[in-house]
């Protein structure tokens, strides 16, 4: 039975399984529309922007977090491939299972603590001092990329380890 999707839902579920890289380059394009303005505006006007340093570490977290995921999902992150691909296929396979398993952990503890820290600071309600943005907003990025970051590689190693 051949299954036939509709043009519509297949872009919609394309963007959904994109937004990370969309979210992180309208971050990008932010950052560097606020940092030339801000050159411009300091240099040419003398009269630089008081928000903009807050501005550029809002989307640099954005930027940085958000795309994470995107760097599991495409195995652009470094890895160790030379010595890996150097063992046979069963030690391969439990070294690649072993490496899943650490960072797992790792993303683990810091997603918790992340999600501590983002949690703080809702409840003490702290904004930042000029354009009075609450901070969580600047720092939900970091669990929000743990988790994407959890997803991607689970994706990424089930279907190299399982689905070969």
């Known amino acids: 039975m051949e299954h036939n999707q509709n043009p519509k839902r297949q872009t919609l579920l394309t963007i959904v399984g994109n937004l990370d890289i969309i979210i992180s380059g309208l971050a990008l394009v932010a950052l560097v529309l606020i940092t030339f303005l801000g050159v411009i505006a300091r240099r040419v006007f003398n009269s630089p922007f008081a928000w903009q340093e807050e501005m550029q570490v809002f989307c ?5 977090f958000i795309a994470s995921g995107a ?3 495409t195995i652009d992150h470094i890895s160790f ?6 063992l046979g296929e069963k030690l391969k396979w439990a070294v690649e299972l072993f ?3 650490v960072v797992m952990a790792t993303l683990a503890f810091t997603l918790y603590r992340s999600y501590l820290l983002v949690a703080q600071l809702y409840e003490t309600e702290r904004l930042t001092n000029i354009l009075k943005i609450p901070y969580y907003l600047a720092y939900i990025p970091f669990p929000i990329g743990c988790v ?4 991607s590689d689970t994706v990424v190693t089930v279907r190299r380890l399982f689905l070969k």
Request: overall charge negative; cysteine-free; aromatic content about 14%.
């Open 148 to 151: 994407l970051m959890m997803v």
């Open 81 to 86: 491939e030379l010595v890996v691909d150097a």
């Open 99 to 101: 490496v899943y398993l």
């Open 60 to 64: 640099t977290l954005w930027l940085v």
């Open 71 to 73: 760097v599991f999902r």
